[in-house]
Structure formats: C-alpha cells, structure tokens
C-alpha cells in the first residue's frame, strides 16, 4: 500500500512539471474507454481508488494503474495493474494483493465526420499472474470497439461493445455514456453500462464529474449503483491522469 502512494505522490507532482500541451482525453473514470488514441511519442497514466458493497461484501481497489503510450500514429500500447482487497463481513476475513497484468493495445479506425463516429479497437489479454486469490485460471482475452460522436459545443456520446473469453464462458458487454461540458474544464457524465453472461447479466449505472485542471491533469470523482440481482449494491470511485 505504502508503494502505491508513493507512485502517486510522484505522478502528482510530475503532472506539474509536465508540458501543457492538447488537453488529455482518458479512459477513466467512466467504463466506456476513449475512442481516441494517445498521441505518438506521449503517454498517459490514469489512477485511482474504488470501492464496491455487495451484502456482507465489499472489493476495494487502492491502487487503479492504467498507463497508455503512443507509440505509432494511430496505436498505442495499454497496461493495467491493480492492488486489490476483498473483505467478508460476515466472516471478518480479507484478501488482498496484486490484480493480474492487463496488457493491450488501442488502433484508431475511422475519424469522424457527421454522423458516422470516431471508431477505434482495443485487443488486450489479463495474464495469469498476481495474487493467486485474483488470477484466472488461464491467460483472459478481449476485444472491444469503441465509438464516440459529438453532439454539439458542449454535449458528447461515447459507446463501446466488446467480448472476454475467460475459461469456459463468454462475456459481452456494453457502455454508453454521455457528457456535457456544463463550465470550462468540467464535465459531468452518466452512463449505463453491463455484462451479459451465459444464462445471466449484470447491468449497472454510473455517473460524475471530471475536472481538467491543466491540459495534461485531470480529476475525477464518480459513483453508481448496481441495477441487476448479482451486481454490487453502489460503488463509488475517485482519481487522476496526467500526460506526459
């Protein structure tokens, strides 16, 4: 725990000193990812902390690290690495450790022009490693597209459909967002978003508000409710990103 605060220690005062250039466009914190790819030769590192209540339930995520470099024109390089607690009430037990790597990339597909959306692709594998309470029990891959269009000066919709394939299950899933710039560097957002299994669903709703701060330091804070029997009863979530 202690390293991870460290790291975001530094990554604050790094955004600092970093060089404000195009304002950043981040994954986090909604669920639906950007359509956008990270400029060549610059990266983003988004960060935050998560909590999850279900019944006598709870997963809290301490450390959320998701860094994104450009390292082609219309690609970028993806990883997510997570430090993770599940707590049982009724038991007063806990795990905690390591989440497995995620690692990926994002391609831009289309630019948009009217009505047809800015269209990009992500193809990323969650390894099996981390703590054992977490891996799966075989390398997790995922495809998913990602659209966004823009609705007028201050309105945006951005959506994303995609697939995972853990062992012996299928996962589709969905997101639609849609924010409204209400202040100069604000931005408040609400978005559905779910996963369908084999012979079930999760469906949840999500909203916040994100504040750029500097072109290349953002804010966020968000919370939301499960809507679906097996989802978790609320969850709230806070963060960052800076670019680099």
Known sequence: MRKSFVIILFLSVAAVFAQDSNPIITDRPTQSAASTVVPLGTAIVEYGFIHESAGDFSTTTFANLHARVGLLKYAELRITQNIQQVKNDATDTKLSGLSPITLGAKVHLITERGAMPQTSIIGQMTLENGNEAFRPSKPVPEVRLNFSNTLGEFWSLGYNVGMQFPENNTITLYTAVIGYSFLPGWTAFAEPYGFFYEGDSDHRFNAGIIYLV???????????????????????????????
């Open 214 to 244: 500097k072109n290349n330091f953002q804010v966020d804070i968000s919370a939301g409710v499960g809507l679906s029997d097996i989802s978790p009863d609320s969850f709230i979530g806070l963060g960052a990103a800076i670019g680099f």
